[in-house]
T-cell receptor
Framework: GNSVTQMEGPVTLSEEAFLTINCTYT??????LFWYVQYPGEGLQLLLK?????DKGSNKGFEATYRKETTSFHLEKGSVQVSDSAVYFC????????????FGTGTQLKVEL | DVKVTQSSRYLVKRTGEKVFLECVQD?????MFWYRQDPGLGLRLIYF???????EKGDIPEGYSVSREKKERFSLILESASTNQTSMYLC?????????????FGPGTRLTVT
């Protein structure tokens, strides 16, 4: 079956630190990959996506590159801010797989001054 | 902007009660979803609906049912609430087809069953 594995949190960083949140996947077909973010008290919102190998998704200073050879989609940001504190979810959907997103367990990020 | 609203942010119900969670979206999306979110488990799909009166089971449908009588509204029903259904429930909607995978989420309903 399909699955997404994320690093366990919480991840605690100082403001302006470099962020990496690891995500690897297993898929029976050819997936599109996503990062969703959930700010405190809110629902999830799409942060970035990549639909084919070597694509780089980017948004709000965050980046992730679709690596087919390592089945990974790690989230990175060069300099985090307190406002980036949230839970980050990696997810995949199979091309032609219709509607079903498969989510990872989420990684909580806490950024301190 | 797409707006997905859920009827309650917090709900407390007793074991055995029938519980209705309502979700409304304002973008004429055919596809709507109900997930539950639990620590360490991420989001798990309960049911989804690809059009009015159409529904399909997700990964964990047991103990739940759904209703989609109008395009904009998707209801999750707990026929007889149990304590193991205490969770955060998230509704989402999307444009159908494989060209657009983004799902738009509501703010969630935190349900406690005592």
């Amino acid at each position: 079956g399909n699955s997404v594995t994320q690093m366990e949190g919480p991840v605690t960083l100082s403001e302006e630190a470099f962020l990496t949140i690891n995500c690897t996947y297993t898929a029976t077909g050819y997936p599109s990959l996503f990062w969703y973010v959930q700010y405190p008290g809110e629902g999830l919102q799409l942060l970035l996506k990549a639909t084919k190998a070597d694509d780089k998704g980017s948004n709000k200073g965050f980046e992730a590159t679709y690596r087919k050879e390592t089945t990974s989609f790690h989230l990175e940001k060069g300099s985090v801010q307190v406002s980036d504190s949230a839970v980050y979810f990696c997810a995949l959907i199979l091309t032609g797989g219709g509607n079903k997103l498969t989510f990872g367990t989420g990684t909580q990020l806490k950024v301190e001054l | 902007d797409v707006k997905v609203t859920q009827s309650s942010r917090y709900l407390v119900k007793r074991t055995g009660e029938k519980v209705f969670l309502e979700c409304v979206q304002d973008m004429d999306h055919e596809n709507m979803f109900w997930y539950r979110q639990d620590p360490g488990l991420g989001l798990r799909l309960i049911y989804f609906s690809y059009d009015v009166k159409m529904k399909e089971k997700g990964d964990i449908p047991e103990g739940y049912s759904v209703s989609r009588e109008k395009k904009e509204r998707f209801s999750l029903i707990l026929e007889s609430a149990s304590t193991n259904q205490t969770s955060m429930y998230l509704c989402a909607s999307k444009i159908p087809g494989t060209g657009s995978h983004e799902q738009y989420f509501g703010p969630g309903t935190r349900l406690t069953v005592t």
